[in-house]
Every structure is written in C-alpha cells, then in structure tokens.
C-alpha cells in the first residue's frame, strides 16, 4: 500500500500535531523563551562586560500542559536518537537534545564563510516505531527562506531510498523567542520503522561524485562542440572544471572574437537546485 512505502507520511490522527507539540513543551524545564528571561540574560551580559559578577542561575518552572487525547510521543517508548553527517555533502554541527521528543541542531558553516549557514544533511538512526520528535534547526543566516512560502525539508530512509518531501503542514519558519529571535526551521516527523536509518536534508544533494561521474560521461561521449578544463582547484583540493561548448571552427577563424556566455551555478553548498539546472 502507497502508505506503507511513504517515508514523510500523514499523521495517523489529526490531533497528532497538537500533542507532540504539547508533549515537547512539558518536557522543558525552564522558561528561557520569554521576554523577561531574555531581558536577563541581555542584562547578565552588560554586568560581565562592566566587571560584575554573574547572578545564580535559576530553573523557571514550566506550566504543565494536558491533553484528552493520547500522547504523541507515547506510542512507543523514546530512544536516545543517533545523529550523523559523516557522508558525502553530509553537514551539521550540534545537537541538543531538549527532551526525548524535541531537539535543537546547529548546522555548521560554508567553508572560509562563517556568516553563511543554510545547507544541512544528516542521518537519525536509533529510532522507535512510532516515534515522533520535532527538529529545530536554529541558527540559519538568512531571514528570507522558500520554507517561508510553503518549501518543506526532504527526507528518505534506508528502506525507502527515494527522496520524499515532509508535508508542508509539519513544518514551521519563525522567529523564536527561545531562540533570541533567531529565524528557526522547526518540523515533526514520525519514524516507522526501528530498523531504518533516517535521511533529512535543506534539498535535493547533489555531490561532487555526482558532478565527477556526470562530466566523466560526457567525455566519453567525444562531443566535438565539448570541451573540458581544470580551471582550479579548491580550498580542499578538488576540481573546479570549466567546461567550454562551442561549435567547432577550422583553424584561421578561430582567432575571432566570439560572443561568450558564462554560466555559473551553487556558489555555495545549499545551492544544489542550480547543480540540477546546469545539469
């Protein structure tokens, strides 16, 4: 049944969002999202600064929320998730686990670009049937985001390796008050099966071995308008080919200066649709 091979699938019940949301928020132990707490922090820090001394931390206790219907998250005891990005194109940075049901992640950066963070691409395995967590990846760099305008994250699992998207109505781009405002990509997600190893990612990968093995075709195909050049390499030694298309011209016209068009694609890693469009 088309159910049974969908990775990014419906809820079973249509309170389902409400209660792992509700669940999440029960298990957070201070109120560090408010207005106030950030005021004291902001606070903590001008004491520092001006040589004070840091005031004792302590825990707000969250009201307790509930809820008629069964728990979210309490169909199927929680594990302690096991995340990973040591892949090709694989990328993130800190994981913070909230609670059994939600986690905050950090991605980490572009190369030489510290102020550019928006590609991420990991791996959940260690997962309970039935389980459902929220993810928040909090520390984008840009405040304009497609996930603002209905865009959803994609997602595949071992068993089911097509890439699906999340249903939109799962996934959230807001600023967070318990995040200082930070623009914050949240979304839930349900695993079905213990078994599985679980793919997330900003879009479609495309991998540099994609790229090598794609041109690597074309050159074999002996394409006479086709040319293929190392242009450079980059800072972690890998090719940057510069690939010439042209109709072929004998030898006394060649010195004449032609029109050029020059295309250029994914400046930086989450830029793999234009990977796809140059392809």
């Not at 963070?117 to 520390?139: D, E, H, K």
């Not at 016209?253 to 989450?270: A, D, E, N, Q, Y």
């Amino acid at each position: 049944a088309p159910c049974q091979s969908t990775v990014a699938k419906d809820m079973e019940d249509s309170d389902s969002l409400e209660d792992a949301i509700t669940e999440a928020l029960d298990y957070r132990e201070t109120d560090e999202g408010s207005e106030e707490a950030m005021d004291a922090e902001d606070n903590t820090e001008n004491e520092l600064a001006a040589g004070g001394k840091a005031p004792t931390a302590k825990a707000v206790p969250r009201s307790r929320r509930t809820s008629n219907s069964s728990s979210a998250a309490s169909k199927s005891e929680p594990k302690g998730l096991i995340f990973d990005c040591n892949f090709e194109s694989g990328n993130l940075g800190h994981v913070e686990a909230i609670s059994p049901f939600e986690y905050d992640l950090s991605i980490r950066s572009d190369s030489n670009n510290d102020r550019y963070r928006v590609w991420f691409y990991f791996s959940i395995s260690n997962v309970a049937q039935g389980q459902r967590v929220i993810l928040n990846i909090t520390n984008f760099s840009k405040t304009r985001s497609l996930y603002r305008e209905g865009m959803s994250p994609i997602v595949k699992s071992t068993s089911r390796p097509k890439w699906e998207r999340i249903p939109s109505k799962y996934v959230y781009y807001y600023r967070s008050p318990r995040h200082r405002k930070n623009y914050i990509l949240s979304f839930l997600f349900e695993f079905d099966r213990e078994s599985d190893t679980y793919f997330f990612a900003y879009s479609f990968p495309y991998t540099y071995t994609d790229l090598q093995r794609y041109l690597h075709f074309l050159d074999q195909q002996d394409f006479a308008f086709y040319k293929r050049e190392l242009f450079c390499r980059s800072v972690q030694n890998r090719r940057v080919d510069k690939l010439t298309i042209t109709s072929p011209e004998p030898q006394a016209t060649k010195l004449k200066r032609k029109k050029t068009i020059f295309i250029s694609c994914r400046v930086h890693p989450g830029e793999s649709p234009a990977q796809y469009v140059a392809h």
